[in-house]
């Protein structure tokens, strides 16, 4: 099966989440991450969704699924272990985002395993084949997108935004992100760490006469 690669703004869209166990949670906290308003159908919580209710993150209905529940959310994911409650959450929402855990015949969209660097968000999917695999790769991968590089791309983002509001000419503009952005960079940052990046960064910027705080 092939797949379409693309990332939703999910802000404030209601997204709906049927189960209540450990999958269900780990679904759950990829949701509130990316904005979204998250309702679970369940009745039963674990301990960690549990906690999110009290605290007034997620909106909870506290049974079991029943048809008519989905008719206001923009994404649906079934995380249930009862392949009847999931197949029926999948025939009424598969006209939208639908997604039941590990079973693809029955879902319009898979979620790639992640690497989030801040800004960064690095998606790695075998399109089902193997999603022991693509754990794997974002295992080896995670060891070469350090941690720390998200100060990295926090700054570039800030020096990105400054470089967008100089009244510069567009061509001047876009060879200097060009510059910012170059395997020479990437380099420093792979190689040497965030600081060396940055100072790389902070160079680029002087060359051109453009001088501000880290």
């Avoid at 998200?150 to 470089?163: D, T, V, Y």
Wanted: aromatic share 6%.
């Amino acid at each position: 099966m092939k797949y379409y690669p693309a990332f939703l703004n999910l802000t404030d869209r209601l997204c709906i989440v049927v189960g209540g166990g450990g999958v269900a949670e780990r679904k759950v906290l990829s949701l509130l991450k990316a904005g979204a308003s998250v309702r679970v159908i369940s009745p039963e919580l674990n301990e960690g969704l549990q906690r999110l209710k009290e605290e007034g993150r997620i909106q909870h209905i506290d049974r079991a699924y029943q048809e008519g529940d989905l008719k206001d959310a923009f994404l649906i994911i079934a995380a249930t272990s009862d392949m009847d409650v999931n197949r029926a959450v999948y025939e009424e929402a598969k006209d939208r985002p639908v997604n039941v855990v590990d079973v693809p015949e029955l879902c319009s969209f898979i979620v790639p395993s992640i690497i989030e660097r801040g800004p960064l968000l690095i998606a790695i999917s075998t399109s089902g084949a193997s999603p022991a695999m693509a754990r794997s790769i974002r295992e080896e991968l995670e060891g070469i997108f350090k941690e720390d590089f998200e100060e990295f791309f926090h700054f570039l983002a800030e020096i990105r935004h400054r470089i967008k509001n100089l009244h510069i000419p567009a061509s001047e503009r876009a060879e200097i992100l060009k510059e910012l952005g170059s395997k020479k960079v990437l380099r420093l940052l792979l190689v040497e760490g965030t600081q060396s990046a940055k100072k790389g960064i902070m160079g680029i910027l002087a060359k051109r006469g453009l001088q501000w705080d880290k």
